[in-house]
């Protein structure tokens, strides 16, 4: 438990401005990301959850370093990945890797699948000639593929094929983190438990961290150590997945869960869903103290003035309600 | 058993020599709520765009009948079959937003379907658009009926084509998907919405869906398919709690799930679905299924009784399902 951070986010923003008229001026931001921190331990699985525009996929390209954040920290092994520069910094690249959510466009279809895969150690100027081949090969194995697929080109393979091969160029430097951005929302459903399988069997082999980052909240209750719920740009609880799953705290986690069909006619229709009312708020224009209040079932005055801290009510669980706990 | 409202008999489809739908039967009593559920390219979209007789110019009907309240649809004129559709039977699209012209406002688009079916003046048709608006959970329907799609998030589109697809109150609505591209929390409004609909007006509903959650949530029967044809067919209790084709079983089975042991090996569905071109002969799921025999990889198994005269199933090794818990 102690074990030093991996990976350490402090109050991490990411505002992206909104120009108007002839002089193209800023007339205010989009808040995407609103100061969210959390920390990922090596060999962790860290789940960031929450609806389309709530800031999880940001947050991973931030945490990347593929998209500038306006404030905030992001330490990777102990380094201030946010203000390192050069050689550095591509040293601390080298080390996190992405795994995107379409296989189809993360491979480029005119190389082969060993040239894509060799690509970073290439470029890392980590290996070339034969042992570069002998990794190649060594990485298709380990991704349940046939070394000989080296020379094939992408569209020879299935959905679930390519992303074990994007898996395998994410492995190929022997990173300390990968993100993985929706990794089995593209898949069809009879091969999401291929991969999800492989995710998990490369971590205990290797070792490797994990951000994932997904909407689908029975794959990061079976994956995940711990998970984040986002919510317009901020964490609004964080607990441990056995925690979290089974004794929701926040408002907007509760409706969450309660929202997924579970694929049990009894289980399912004994249940009464809580139905949120209305949409999500824009992120332009978001409202005053808890950006839950306008669609909380509980938000009194207060929630309107005050915005609620993310603070600990169980042991590894936060939350940002001023009800909760 | 009432006379079916919707029955669909030996429906093919072919997109140039490949069946993509091959020789699906099922039918649907009034009010009832039948769920075809299915991976990407199983066919269950182009059924339903079959029987709307709607479907996309790359693909053609290959055969079969589809009749809806005694009427063949396959017999009509391209006009009488015009008039039927918003009318007799409606359909709600995955897209919602795509699905709206974009060029007119909301308010509109619910009144030219009025006025599409019902002789009525453009003033009385506007006061039903209205009151659907209302029935379908839109707040301030005066000024939404004024607003462009744009205008609207991707939960307000889908309550406006439902509005538009129930206002002539069809007997039978198809929903392809209608909350796959909505967030988990608007899904939930939705599938209620649908729900309180199909109580109060007494529509069936053809749901075609890839998620057993939603099939769980929402369905009286479902239909499996598998490369083109109903694999296994049973009213849903029956159906989640004794699988008699593989292919569910084992689909239902990859599945996480909310409660149980976390971080555990999931179990899995060897290889992928093929390409629609290269269907194997036999039973389209034999390459991965672990029960295959011989026998299967030569004939195609025929939907036949299975668990009971309800609960049917193609599958020459039904009697061999206990295997798969092993």
Known sequence: ?325 | MNAPLLLVEDLSVAIGAARVVDGVSLSIAPGEALALVGESGCGKSLTARAIMRLLPPAARHAGGRVTLDGRELGALDADAMADMRGSALSMIFQEPVASLDPLMPVGRQIVEAVLAHRRTSRGEAAKLALAMLEEVGIPDPVRRMAQYPFELSGGMCQRVMIAIALICRPRLLIADEPTTALDVTIQAQILALIKRLRRETGTAILLITHDMGVVADMADRIGVMYGGRIVEQGEVFALFRRQCHPYTKLLLKSLPSLEGERRTRLSTISGTVPDLHSWPPGCRFNPRCPLAVDRCRTDAPPLAPAADAAHLAACWETARMAELDR
């Open chain 1, 1 to 325: 438990m102690t074990a030093a951070p991996l990976l350490d986010v402090a109050d991490l923003r990411v505002h992206y401005p909104i120009r108007r008229g002839l002089f193209r001026r800023v007339v205010g931001s989009v808040k995407a990301v609103d100061g969210i921190s959390f920390a990922i331990r090596p060999g962790e699985t860290f789940a960031l959850v929450g609806e389309s525009g709530c800031g999880k996929t940001t947050t991973g390209y931030a945490v990347l370093g593929l998209e500038k954040p306006t404030a905030g920290r992001v330490a990777f092994a102990g380094a201030d990945f946010t203000v390192a520069t050069g050689e550095e910094r591509r040293r601390l690249q080298r080390d996190m890797q992405i795994v995107f959510q379409d296989p189809y466009s993360s491979l480029n279809p005119k190389l082969t699948v060993g040239e894509s895969i060799g690509e970073p150690l290439l470029v890392h100027r980590v290996l070339h000639g034969k042992a570069l081949a002998e990794r190649v090969a060594e990485l298709l194995s380990l991704v349940g593929l046939r070394p000989e697929h080296a020379t094939r080109h992408p569209h020879e393979f299935s959905g679930g094929q390519r992303q074990r091969l994007v898996i395998a160029r994410a492995l190929s430097l022997r990173p300390k983190l990968i993100v993985c951005d929706e990794p089995v929302s593209a898949l069809d459903v009879s091969v999401r438990s291929q991969i999800l399988n492989l995710l998990m069997e490369l971590q205990r082999e290797l070792g490797v961290a994990y951000l994932f980052i997904s909407h689908d909240l029975s794959v990061v209750r079976h994956l995940s150590d711990r998970v984040g719920v986002m919510y317009l740009g901020h964490i609004v609880e964080e607990a441990p997945a056995d925690r979290l799953f089974a004794a929701p705290a926040h408002p907007y986690t509760k409706a969450l869960l309660s929202a997924i069909p579970l694929a049990d006619p009894v289980a399912q229709r004994a249940r009464q869903p809580i139905i949120l009312q209305g949409d999500l708020p824009s992120p332009a224009n978001p409202p005053s103290g808890c950006p839950f209040r306008t669609r909380c079932p509980i938000a009194e005055a207060r929630c309107a003035a005050e915005a609620p801290a993310l603070r600990p009510i169980a042991e590894g669980q936060r939350v940002a309600c001023h009800f909760a706990g």
